[in-house]
């Protein structure tokens, strides 16, 4: 894609979202003249700017947006909730269409009949006046393809060529031969047309009271050419022009039309992740890292004079004092580098945040339900690829709050509760780490319902489940397979794909925790590092070998006395300031022999894993490092208890393990 391309790419996301915002607010707020002027400036530029480029179906669909808008603000309409829906239809598909034009350059089959649909949709809401003026939009029926077909005077025609048919339905508009159209000279101009069908539009009128100047035509033909040079033809009247990519073949082969695969939701991305996002940043930054360049050059300059004075007999004691000098330099703007570039990578959940309201309303709506939906802690930041990875495992724990957590308005008020169930989603920062939680006030999980499934399930043992403590209990949520379809009501919808959430925030380096109180509400908490590109390990020794541990789930090293350390059935614990904490000896995690404990204390590293800390038994500490960790990928891709590797100054790999799920 050229440069112009991707600009409207970024432009276009923040005018969907500032539209979106705004309708949202004067949904909440329908007097409110400054959303309804936000609204319409949105999608009037939004409009302007996909007229630079051949997408005229998104054109139609926003200019009928933006004459709804306008008439609105007028005065010339009431701003209802059927106004607000077909508003917030045309900017949800106008986002789906900017992610398939990011992944393809252009829009996708069937996006011509989306967009006449939407934009009759949205002329229905204008006034009678308003109706009347607008251009009529053909109607998105597909019958008479295989009318045209079957009507085609050469059926090899229709089978012989690699692409599929253009089919072209061609409505001018009445007044188009004082517009300067021709319509019978664009027919013409069509490359390969196999069948063509000329009918009036409306029906005739009595022989002395026809308009000789106004055109009563309707064109539907097929041609053999690709869709772009059909689309040539027609770039100046695609108000009027319907196109439609049809499979060769006669009527009654075994062949379909391509359907619009974007009108019903995003594609999914055919590399199996997130499309490429473009990222705005504060000139600031940039500015900053631009300095640390010129100072690394310099830097580097001192070492080459270092080497040149060392090649010419330089006494060793001032090479190395010379070395050391430089060493230090260049660590110090390594480190400054390394904060330079995590600024740059950061961006606010806000980000993310603002696609949620208008998800929030989709979902609840068909429910029924009232949603008193709050956001917090929008402008806490993290990496980008944290950020942009949290969009669907959010989606997914907020369908499940409104859709299973929250009760229907009648229970509600019948449990004291106000009729509008409250979702709230925030943000915190943790010290070098990011806690997003979503919470509702719906009726709760209940772990005797839990507890029952289990033992259908199978997941635990009868006893190992009567063991268990109510929250660890809730925890079997998480478990795979834990949720049919027949539970979703039994257990409040909750544990529904959560096993799917989990993975997805243990991909980004996070945790998952959840807190519930039957009949008040529950409570998901993700914990996630502020990076997964860049980050701080300690590395231990084990049988010999260096592993890495983040430093972020590092609360403290300790030397436990032996003698502390007891036996607790089969593990062990050991006693810290007071506090009985569980120990794990990491070469029993990582299956290889076990050294004998030498001296009387042991190497411990206390880690938070979820909201407990637990002690992790090792045979050496070693130095702390910044470190570029590339995740597994290939045939180690599904390595548990491995979150990624880094190259060490010789050369070697450094595993950075990842200790909760190695504890499991």
């Not at 949105?42 to 669909?61: N, W």
């Not at 004459?67 to 106004?83: C, H, Q, T």
């Not at 430093?551 to 030397?559: K, P, Q, R």
């Amino acid at each position: 894609m050229d440069d112009l391309l991707q600009h409207f790419i970024v432009e276009a996301r923040e005018l969907v979202q500032q539209a979106t915002d705004s309708l949202l607010a004067l949904e909440r707020d329908p007097a409110g003249s400054a959303h309804l002027d936000s609204a319409f400036r949105a999608v009037h530029t939004l409009k302007g700017s996909v007229g630079l480029f051949d997408f005229a179906p998104m054109g139609l669909a926003l200019h009928a947006a933006e004459d709804l808008l306008g008439s609105l603000r007028d005065g010339r309409g009431a701003m209802g909730g059927e106004a607000i829906d077909s508003l917030l239809e045309c900017i949800g598909q106008s986002e789906r269409w900017v992610d398939a034009i990011e992944r393809t350059g252009h829009l996708p089959a069937g996006a011509a009949e989306e967009g006449y649909r939407i934009a009759r949709v949205l002329r229905a809401q204008l006034d009678e006046g308003s109706a009347d003026a607008a251009p009529t939009v053909p109607a998105a029926d597909l019958a008479w393809i295989e009318e045209l077909k079957a009507a085609c005077p050469d059926p090899a025609a229709l089978r012989s060529g690699d692409t599929p048919l253009v089919a072209i339905r061609y409505t001018p508009r009445a007044d188009c031969f004082f517009a300067g159209d021709d319509p019978v000279a664009l027919l013409r101009s069509v490359p390969d047309l196999i069948a063509v069908r000329l009918s009036n539009r409306d029906p005739w009128p009595p022989a002395g009271e026809i308009d000789p100047f106004a055109c009563n035509l309707q064109v539907e033909a097929l041609s053999g050419a690709a869709l772009d040079a059909v689309k040539a033809v027609f770039r100046f009247v695609p108000d009027q022009v319907t196109l439609q990519e049809a499979a060769r073949g006669a009527p009654g082969d075994a062949h379909g039309m391509r359907q619009d695969s974007a009108a019903a939701g995003p594609s999914p991305d055919p590399a199996g992740g997130a499309s490429a996002r473009m990222l705005r940043v504060d000139a600031a930054r940039i500015d900053r890292l631009a300095d640390l360049v010129g100072e690394m050059v310099v830097a580097k300059n001192a070492l080459a004079h270092l080497a040149a004075q060392g090649a010419d007999g330089m006494d060793g004691k001032s090479l190395v004092q010379g070395l050391q000098a430089s060493q230090a330099v260049i660590d110090r703007l390594v480190a400054e580098m390394h904060g330079a570039i995590m600024d740059v990578r950061m961006m606010p959940m806000r980000d993310i945040f603002r696609r949620f309201p208008r998800a929030v309303r989709e979902i609840a709506g068909p429910l029924g339900k009232t949603i008193d939906f709050s956001m917090e802690g929008e402008d806490v930041e993290a990496d980008k690829s944290v950020v942009e990875g949290l969009f669907e495992p959010l989606l997914h724990v907020l369908r499940n709050a409104i859709g299973h957590g929250a009760e229907p308005e009648n229970l509600r008020q019948e449990a004291g509760k106000p009729a509008g169930a409250r979702v709230v989603l925030r943000a915190r920062r943790d010290g070098d780490r990011v806690l997003v939680e979503v919470e509702d006030d719906g009726r709760g999980i209940d772990p005797g319902a839990i507890r029952r499934v289990a033992r259908e399930r199978g997941l635990a043992s009868g006893d190992g489940i009567d063991g268990m403590s109510d929250e660890e209990v809730i925890g079997l949520i998480f478990a795979p397979g834990f949720s049919t379809a027949s539970e979703v009501t039994e257990l409040s919808g909750r544990g529904v794909g959560m096993d799917a959430v989990r993975s997805s925030i243990e991909r980004l380096g996070g945790q998952i925790g959840v807190r519930s109180r039957l009949g008040r509400g529950t409570t998901i908490r993700l914990s996630l590092p502020l990076t997964i590109v860049m980050t701080k390990v300690m590395a231990v020794r084990v049988g010999g070998e260096l592993y890495g541990l983040p430093l972020d789930g590092i609360v403290e090293t300790a030397f436990v006395p032996s003698a502390r350390i007891l036996p607790v059935q089969e593990a062990e614990a050991f006693v810290l300031r007071d506090r009985t904490l569980p120990l794990v000896r990491l070469a029993s995690l990582l299956e290889i022999p076990r050294a004998p404990d030498k001296g009387a204390a042991v190497k411990v590293v206390v880690m938070a894993v979820g909201d407990e800390l637990v002690g992790i038994a090792v045979d050496g500490f070693a130095e702390r490092m910044d470190v570029l960790m590339r995740p597994m990928d290939g045939i180690l891709a599904g390595m548990p208890g491995v979150m990624g590797t880094t190259l060490l100054g010789d050369g070697s790999v450094l595993m950075i393990l990842d200790v909760p799920e190695l504890i499991g």
